[in-house]
């Protein structure tokens, strides 16, 4: 059974324009479109898309903030707006941008106020948070008040207090944001660690793309309310028309090579690039070339997701 069930859901709305000193106008607008999703129990999947394309509107209505305007919903099983406390133990949610902890109050002591909130046992508590402080790396940062620690370390601390209750479902929106590298990738394992490990689902929204590489197996793709893409990276790259590029290095320079699936983009003395859609197989394309010439070097650069994703959203004409 799903653990998040989302059939032909709806929001629409009211925006009141001002069209002179007297009147006012009244539009519609769809947010979310009738998209259809489930997500199985312990799967990461990245839900992007461009700006106002429908992606926080969505996670409101997982939560429970918002009530949609038609469809079916059901997170964990329970209608998400009208059983939103029960909801609420089975859930952890991290907005990037946001800090669910007191600001003036030492790490440690935030976590304790949440232990409270959520009436979680002691014993369950002290598991989880001497599990969870390890995994990110936070335990020399306990005492310290919240105003005084950096935005990645502040971050750490946010997802390790949404996790202190044990929920089945983590929401992620831009977790990563103004985080340096090294927080980046640091974050980046502790998700993939608790996914693999713990078994936890986790829906990650965020502009960062390597984010969603790096965590997730399948992405979801909204595009003005409408859900344009639903499924792994291989058949992301296919949708987008996606290409691998062979970089393949000779002992010395030859003519641009002709070998059956693959083309010819770019020359430079021994070196040359060739293209390859992503949905094909490279194997043929190095044994042709390994036929004919000496290979001194050969590279393969999968394509980037931020050189697929404009294929899959509809013209902004409008």
Not at 161 to 184: F, N, Q, R, W
Request: net charge positive; glycine share 8%; aromatic share 6%.
């Amino acid at each position: 059974m799903p653990i998040i069930d989302v059939r032909d859901l709806s929001r629409t709305f009211v925006v009141r324009e001002r069209r002179s000193v007297l009147r006012r106008a009244r539009r519609d607008v769809q947010a979310v479109d009738g998209i259809t999703f489930a997500v199985e129990p312990g799967e990461a999947v990245g839900y992007i898309g461009p700006n106002g394309a429908g992606k926080s509107t969505t996670i409101k209505m997982l939560t429970g903030i918002l009530v949609p305007s038609s469809g079916h919903l059901r997170v964990a099983g329970l209608d998400p707006s009208r059983r939103r406390t029960e909801l609420a133990r089975r859930i952890g949610v991290v907005f990037g941008q946001r800090t669910g902890l007191w600001w003036d109050l030492p790490l440690r002591d935030s976590f304790d106020l949440l232990r409270r909130i959520y009436r979680v046992p002691r014993a369950t508590y002290d598991r989880n948070v001497s599990v969870y402080v390890e995994l990110l790396e936070i335990g020399d940062l306990l005492g310290q008040p919240v105003r005084q620690l950096s935005l990645g370390q502040r971050m750490r601390g946010d997802i390790v207090a949404a996790l202190l209750h044990d929920p089945e479902i983590l929401y992620l929106d831009e977790p990563t944001i103004g985080l340096d590298v090294g927080s980046k990738q640091r974050l980046r394992a502790s998700l993939r660690e608790l996914n693999a490990d713990r078994g936890t689902t986790i829906l990650l929204t965020t502009h960062d793309l390597v984010d969603i590489e790096q965590v997730c197996r399948r992405v979801m793709v909204i595009d003005r309310g409408r859900l344009a893409f639903d499924g792994g990276f291989d058949a992301l790259h296919a949708a987008g028309q996606a290409i691998r590029t062979v970089v393949v290095d000779f002992h010395e320079a030859v003519e641009p090579v002709d070998v059956p699936g693959a083309r010819v983009v770019r020359v430079e003395g021994a070196r040359q690039w060739l293209t390859v859609p992503a949905g094909s197989a490279t194997g043929p394309v190095i044994v042709a070339l390994a036929a004919r010439h000496e290979i001194a070097d050969l590279t393969i650069r999968e394509p980037a997701i931020e050189d697929v994703l404009p294929q899959l959203y509809a013209p902004r004409g409008r």
